[in-house]
């Protein structure tokens, strides 16, 4: 089958950043004989900058077209979603275009990563055109997300404020012909009998287990974007005050976002902590394999079940020091794979890593804990290829209906 695949955030073939969902799905596809189109934005949605890759490329069997994109500077306001509603307009018309001129073949499978949401509309017209399938594929619940973000006294209104963008989202879960997500608890949101579950995943056999470290100190870990659905301010000023009161105990940040300017200044403050930027898939290899716990400093209701650091931790055989709770601290607490803090609390956190420091023996066997949790939940090879599966059974109903 001739498949595409259009997502806007992911990391793409070709450049830094460790593999996610729709490149280890990509590599499913082709390893099963199909042909991948991968859409994306020019605009890397953490850096916040232009990606710097040509708009079309080929790359590990994957045909790469980059939309051109408004830019936008926080995560949060008119300009992100002037840019996404530009960006699906755009698409829509590049995608009209090479599948006219011939530099395309239509797709028998359109994917759809969601979010963002407004370039349901243009892809349901595109495919109902082509008589392709259109499959809608849900990492984050929007816009539940963003109730969380109101001001406390306005978040009982959320419905109500977002209720153009519930209209959104609940016409494409409705419309699609075939809806996945990455957790069972979305299922209610969605309100698909037929929803498919596949879970994050990652490619566990690029990580061997971790050597055994020295004790001290005890190293925490924080990689991910620094927006406004972490606490980072309560993780820094409790490593800061862990630190002067003579705890030896260190936090590697890596990652970019709105926080970096305070993640910065914190750094100033004290050498526990340090910021790395946006590293590269081998200096995050080499960070994670030299960290001891790794932190989930997430706010909740945030719309997110388990993000994709979770995985990452885990697959790297790290004690996981939550701050989440719903399906992650659920996993967490079945596997024994990490403890969990008060996320706005600096004493809850400031308790739950003294707790750790006092006994390694227990970090070290949550973070086996961990290691089993990834390799039973999380191998992409798995999870990845059962899903490359179901987008072919998707296929063939297309087929049928065609014959």
């Not at 090479?98 to 028998?108: I, N, R, S, Y």
């Not at 619940?141 to 519930?166: C, D, I, T, V, Y």
């Not at 885990?314 to 939550?322: Q, R």
């Not at 992650?328 to 794979?337: H, K």
Request: proline share 5%; glycine share 8%; net charge neutral.
């Amino acid at each position: 089958m001739n498949i595409w695949i259009n997502t806007a955030f992911d990391s793409l073939p070709g450049e830094e950043g460790r593999p996610l969902r729709y490149r280890l799905l990509a590599e499913a596809l082709i390893r099963r004989g199909h042909t991948v189109i991968l859409w994306s934005s020019d605009w890397h949605h953490v850096k916040k900058e232009n990606r710097g890759l040509p708009l079309i490329y080929n790359q590990d069997g994957v045909e790469v077209r980059l939309v051109p994109t408004l830019p936008y500077r926080t995560n949060i306001g008119w300009a992100r979603w002037k840019s996404h509603a530009r960006y699906a307009k755009d698409w829509a018309r590049l995608a009209a275009e090479a599948v006219e001129k011939g530099a395309l073949q239509k797709p028998d499978c359109l994917i759809l990563a969601m979010p963002p949401l407004g370039i349901f509309h243009v892809a349901e017209q595109l495919t109902k055109t082509w008589a392709s399938r259109l499959i809608v594929d849900v990492q984050d619940l929007w816009p539940e997300a963003f109730h969380r973000l109101l001001p406390r006294k306005l978040r009982a209104l959320g419905g109500l404020l977002f209720s153009q963008l519930h209209r959104l989202a609940k016409y494409a879960y409705q419309k699609a012909d075939a809806v996945s997500s990455v957790s069972e608890s979305y299922r209610d949101v969605i309100g698909r009998e037929d929803l498919r579950v596949f879970p994050l995943g990652m490619n566990l056999t690029s990580v061997s287990p971790r050597p055994l470290r020295s004790v001290e100190p005890l190293r925490l870990v924080y990689i991910g974007n620094l927006g406004a659905l972490y606490a980072m301010d309560v993780l820094l000023e409790g490593v800061l005050r862990l630190a002067e009161k003579g705890l030896a105990i260190t936090l590697d940040v890596a990652g970019d976002g709105p926080g970096r300017p305070q993640v910065e200044a914190y750094t100033r403050r004290t050498p526990a902590i340090r910021f790395h930027g946006y590293l590269s898939e081998g200096a995050l290899d080499r960070l994670l394999r030299a960290s001891d716990v790794g932190v989930v400093p997430m706010r909740q209701n945030s719309g997110v079940a388990v993000p994709n650091k979770v995985v990452d931790y885990a697959m790297y055989g790290l004690c996981i020091l939550n701050g989440l709770t719903g399906k992650t601290q659920e996993l967490l607490d079945a596997y024994e794979a990490g403890g969990f803090y008060q996320v706005d609390s600096i004493d809850s956190l400031m308790s739950a890593i003294e707790s750790l420091n006092d006994n390694r023996e227990e970090v070290t066997k949550k973070g086996n804990h961990a290691r089993r949790m990834a390799e039973e939940c999380f191998d992409g090879q798995r999870i990845y290829g059962e899903m490359a599966q179901w987008i072919e059974s998707i296929g063939a109903l297309k087929e049928t209906h065609d014959a």
